[in-house]
């Protein structure tokens, strides 16, 4: 069981450490992940194309890993800014809410932050909303858009 401190950000300064350029080739590990996993991982990668990010279709370039592991049922997810690996409870197995957890972690790996906006995929425990134009905006103005 991982022990989760606080979504995105290392639990003792609040800031992420370490983010991923949206638009440069990004791969994702999903060793040990099982096929409804992926399919998730999938879905939230499809959230962040839909609203721009084009650096997640690689194979190859900087790597985040992506690790399912069983967590409190308050934590959907974790982003370690330190190793740069992205945690999914494995108590998430809706696809749809899946998917938000991923695009949420892939946020703060994008650098975004928590959001008290009930209507952003970046709002703390969200399953329901994917990325917002509001979402957009802050990954553009951290990084420019994609080309």
Same mark, same amino acid.
């Given at each position: 069981?991982?022990?989760?401190?606080?979504?995105?950000?290392?639990?003792?300064? *609040?800031?992420?450490?370490?983010?991923? %350029?949206?638009?440069? +080739?990004? !791969? @994702?590990?999903?060793?040990? $992940?099982?096929?409804?996993?992926?399919?998730?991982?999938?879905?939230?990668?499809?959230?962040?194309?839909?609203?721009?990010?084009?650096?997640?279709?690689?194979?190859?370039?900087?790597?985040?890993?992506?690790?399912?592991?069983?967590?409190?049922?308050?934590?959907?997810?974790?982003?370690?800014?330190?190793? *740069?690996?992205?945690?999914?409870?494995? %108590?998430?197995?809706? +696809?749809? !809410? @899946?998917?938000?957890?991923? $695009?949420?972690?892939?946020?703060?790996?994008?650098?975004?932050?928590?959001?008290?906006?009930?209507?952003?995929?970046?709002?703390?425990?969200?399953?329901?909303?994917?990325?917002?134009?509001?979402?957009?905006?802050?990954?553009?103005?951290?990084?420019?858009?994609?080309?």
């Amino acid at each position: 069981m991982i022990a989760l401190a606080a979504c995105g950000g290392s639990a003792s300064d *609040g800031e992420i450490a370490r983010t991923y %350029d949206p638009c440069a +080739p990004i !791969a @994702l590990d999903l060793a040990g $992940a099982t096929a409804e996993q992926a399919s998730g991982v999938a879905g939230g990668v499809m959230l962040w194309r839909a609203a721009g990010v084009t650096g997640l279709d690689a194979t190859a370039g900087e790597t985040i890993a992506v690790r399912f592991e069983t967590a409190a049922p308050a934590f959907h997810g974790f982003y370690d800014d330190i190793a *740069g690996v992205v945690y999914v409870n494995t %108590d998430v197995v809706d +696809p749809g !809410a @899946l998917a938000i957890v991923v $695009a949420h972690e892939l946020g703060h790996a994008f650098g975004l932050v928590h959001v008290k906006d009930r209507t952003s995929l970046m709002n703390p425990g969200n399953v329901s909303t994917p990325p917002t134009d509001d979402d957009r905006a802050a990954l553009a103005a951290l990084w420019g858009a994609c080309p």
